[in-house]
């Protein structure tokens, strides 16, 4: 995990956050175990949140789970498929039993792999949106229905992405498909949430350095990659990729009582990227 830019004493201690205070909230974050989704999890039990660490990966899981068990919050760590509608609803289920309610969603799970559209199979695109866009609004199901029941609001937070307005590179339309999908779906979703006092947004992370991004391309070398991550580097007007912890602070802003009246706003943390 990229690590994060020196931080303030207001930004370590949750007595001193106000209305961004997420002390005592039940969260859930899949895709928690790397990158965005760790960042996340991080800074909410940094701040005092109960965190579930939903990830494919347990073992991922439980190895985060252990690093913020040292924070205010209590995290515990969960294998989650995101693509199954059975394991989103198991999700939540333990989100009750471990933490007696659900505040917050961040549905974070998803994956870039790259092909061309000429040459792109339908389970190669049917994987992509199964992860990306099926199951961010089958885990959204489930967290929503969940928070009317408690009858007293919630927060969903949705990764999106810039390329959900704009395409970054080709050989990604079937990832661009799929964040796309979620822009629309965070609008539409929180139009049916509003009456019960829950609010969906979304943020639009750009270059972001993860172990995801670190990977060669497929069909690329690591050489050829690297060249193309540096040429994407100078094109951001901020001429640095983005962190993990970039993202986490807007997530906690979106899940703190700061954001009460936003809803369906998608908001873009790129450095710069889609002015230029």
């Given amino acids: 995990m990229a690590q994060r830019p020196p931080t303030s004493e207001i930004e370590t201690r949750p007595d001193l956050w106000g209305p ?4 005592g909230r039940n969260a859930l974050v899949t895709g928690a175990a790397k990158g965005i989704g760790r ?17 494919i990966d347990l073992a991922a899981a439980q190895h985060v789970a252990e690093h913020l068990a040292q924070d205010e919050g209590r995290p515990v760590a969960m294998r989650v498929d995101v693509s199954s509608e059975a394991d989103c609803e198991a999700a ?34 049917d994987r992509v949106l199964g992860i990306n866009l099926r199951g961010l609004v ?6 929503g229905l969940q928070m009317v029941r408690q009858g007293r609001g919630g927060k969903i937070v949705n990764i999106a992405s ?3 307005v704009h395409p970054s590179l080709p050989g990604l339309a079937a990832y661009d498909a799929s964040k796309g999908g979620v822009l629309s779906f965070t609008k539409n979703f929180a139009l049916e949430m509003a009456p019960h006092h829950v609010t969906v947004n979304a943020i639009a992370p750009g270059g972001i350095a993860t172990e995801g991004t670190s990977q060669p391309v497929t069909g690329l070398t690591k050489e050829q990659t690297d060249a193309m991550m540096a040429a994407f580097t100078q094109r951001i007007p901020m ?17 703190s009582s700061a954001a ?14 889609l002015l230029s």
């Avoid at 089958?138 to 967290?143: L, N, P, Q, T």
């Avoid at 009460?260 to 990227?273: F, K, P, R, S």
């Fill in 138 to 143: 089958f885990m959204s199901k489930a967290a």
């Fill in 92 to 125: 939540v289920q333990r989100c009750i039993e471990e933490f007696g309610s659900l505040d917050l969603l961040v549905n974070n799970a998803g994956i870039f792999p790259s092909s061309p559209v000429l040459e792109m199979s339908p389970e190669f695109f």
């Fill in 20 to 23: 961004f205070s997420v002390a």
């Fill in 239 to 255: 001429k640095r990729m983005g962190v993990p912890d970039d993202i986490a602070k807007v997530a906690v802003f979106l899940a």
């Fill in 39 to 55: 960042g996340i999890a991080d800074r909410l039990a940094e701040g005092g949140a109960n965190v579930l660490i939903a990830d």
């Fill in 162 to 164: 810039i390329d959900s």
């Fill in 260 to 273: 009460d009246y936003m809803t369906g706003v998608l908001i873009v943390v790129d450095g710069g990227m």
